[in-house]
């Protein structure tokens, strides 16, 4: 690729030092990689390598304890995800940079379709607007309508993973971190759920993805980058 | 650009007659807030921060840890004993209040126009002896709205807002449950659109149905209405749901600060590692 990349990490480190145990617990070390917008990079390696931990530390869950995570913004400047300041980080939040989790973290009784639109709702669009665009995406992924006003507490595993990604992809963002997105899905939905990936992918949105199945990896990685125990 | 709100620097307070030595023997160092030359309480101290137009502030910490303080501080209700809070007012033409060198006068004018104030306890909010649709027309009537019907309809849209029955307008809030009356300091608070609103433990104490509906009620405020807030609470999932960012204070001193979900999942204080952990 020729193209300067969207994200380039540059040997991060992170390690946890638990204070009840007086103990540091390393979790990735010396990580250097690219993401490029319109293709999807893969993190592969054992439980234990730091794949989540990567993920968590360009979103700034974790902070990083060595290492650059320079992104590019859509305002063209380069912001080190690693150090930039809080303000920053959120802001990027709302407009560039999705995460998807296993885990759906949402307002109690809020109904799905609100939940999956409440990203647009922080931007300032209206209910009307917002549940509208919802409705599609979950028109899409096969969530039935009879559930769409209801809290997704209730939901199965599947249906929450997908109310989930529902809500990462429903801004747009420019670049996406996924942490198994399909970890609880049947064949069909994944496949639903694959090709939504691939389709804001072609739109022009840099994934970086986990995936706990080979075959997967195989099917939608344009590029793999390989993690080992630290 | 994004614009500055409230600007907090070195925030202090002493209950007690304080002495030289108060600040330097206190604090999470010492595992206390009481200074042992003199007994008086450091309730806050050095405590700076900044908050941006329409963000939420996490304002964390165990009883005692002096979170409460600071924004009673900030809302005037206590007098302090060091520091500088600037507060950026865009309404009309740009202003620029420095909190603590007010008179009285002019505290009243920003606590009545530009500030909202919802307390753990509603008694503190409320005037339990006017209804609650009297409550809120106090708080209209401060700001020059003197027109009987005017003052009835924008009560009623409050309370609407914040689903208070509407036929409960003209009852006393003293034969409310806890949870409708918190709703209703709520409208209170809001009646005048302040770009400031302080949460002081707004949802402890009520059920976890009643909490929520509190809770979805902040957000849409959030999201409709961009007001800055200050949520003080012990409650991790409230921090979690609410704040964008998050402070962690203990023995009157802020020990962390940081993103809300950083916070929670990647603690970088002792204390902080404690309380999460045996929270989740």
């Not at chain 1, 989930?164 to 942490?179: E, K, T, V």
């Not at chain 2, 302090?80 to 420095?98: I, K």
């Not at chain 2, 409709?224 to 999932?237: A, E, S, Y």
């Not at chain 2, 009157?252 to 590692?273: M, R, S």
Request: with cysteine; glycine share 8%; aromatic share 6%.
């Amino acid at each position: 690729m020729t193209t300067s990349p969207l994200l380039q990490i540059e040997g991060l480190s992170k390690s946890f030092f638990m204070h009840d145990q007086q103990k540091e617990i390393p979790s990735a070390r010396e990580v250097s990689f690219r993401v490029h917008s319109k293709r999807l990079t893969a993190l592969v390696g054992p439980t234990g390598a730091g794949k989540s931990s990567i993920l968590k530390a360009i979103y700034r869950t974790y902070i990083p304890c060595k290492g650059r995570i320079l992104y590019r913004s859509a305002a063209g400047k380069t912001v080190d995800l690693a150090s930039a300041d809080e303000h920053t980080i959120l802001a990027l939040r709302s407009r560039e940079i999705g995460f998807v989790t296993q885990f759906l973290f949402a307002l109690p009784r809020q109904p799905a379709i609100d939940v999956v639109a409440s990203p647009l709702y922080r931007r300032g669009l209206s209910k009307a607007d917002g549940r509208q665009k919802a409705g599609a995406l979950l028109q899409r992924l096969h969530i039935p309508e009879h559930l769409w006003g209801l809290s997704p507490t209730t939901f199965s595993g599947g249906e929450r993973q997908r109310i989930n990604l529902a809500r990462g992809i429903i801004g747009r963002p420019r670049l996406l971190l996924l942490d198994e997105p399909t970890a609880s899905l049947d064949l069909r939905t994944t496949g639903d759920v694959l090709e939504m990936i691939t389709e804001l992918k072609n739109e022009g949105t840099g994934i970086l993805a986990i995936f706990h199945d080979p075959d997967l990896v195989q099917r939608m990685a344009d590029a793999v980058y390989q993690l080992d125990r630290p | 650009m994004m614009r500055k709100v409230l600007d907090v620097k070195g925030l202090s307070k002493v209950y007690g007659k304080g002495c030289p030595y108060c600040r330097d023997a206190t604090g999470p160092r010492f595992d206390t807030n009481i200074c042992p030359h003199c007994a008086s309480v450091v309730a806050v101290h050095d405590i700076s921060f900044t908050l941006y137009e329409g963000e939420i502030l996490g304002v964390m910490g165990e009883s005692g840890s002096g979170k409460s303080t600071v924004v009673k501080c900030l809302y005037f209700d206590e007098t302090v004993d060091g520091g500088t809070a600037h507060f950026f007012d865009n309404h009309g033409q740009y202003n620029l209040f420095d909190l603590f060198s007010l008179n009285a006068a002019q505290r009243r004018w920003l606590r009545y126009r530009r500030f909202g104030m919802v307390y753990q306890n509603p008694h503190m909010g409320l005037n339990l002896g006017i209804s609650a649709g009297g409550n809120i027309a106090e708080r209209l009537l401060m700001n020059d709205m003197l027109i009987y019907a005017d003052i009835r309809k924008r009560a009623s849209e409050l309370l609407q807002r914040t689903e208070v029955p509407e036929n409960r307008m003209d009852d006393l809030p003293g034969h409310f449950s806890g949870g409708m009356q918190q709703r209703v300091q709520i409208a209170k608070a809001l009646a005048t659109n302040p770009p400031l609103l302080f949460l002081d433990e707004v949802t402890t104490g009520l059920d976890v149905s009643v909490q929520a509906s509190i809770l979805d009620l902040i957000i849409e405020i959030q999201d409709q209405l961009k007001t800055t807030m200050i949520v003080v609470t012990h409650d991790l999932g409230v921090i979690r749901l609410l704040a964008g960012r998050t402070i962690v204070m203990k023995n009157g001193c802020i020990i962390e600060a940081g993103l809300t979900d950083q916070i929670l999942e990647d603690p970088q204080h002792a204390y902080t590692q404690r309380l999460v952990a045996s929270a989740l």
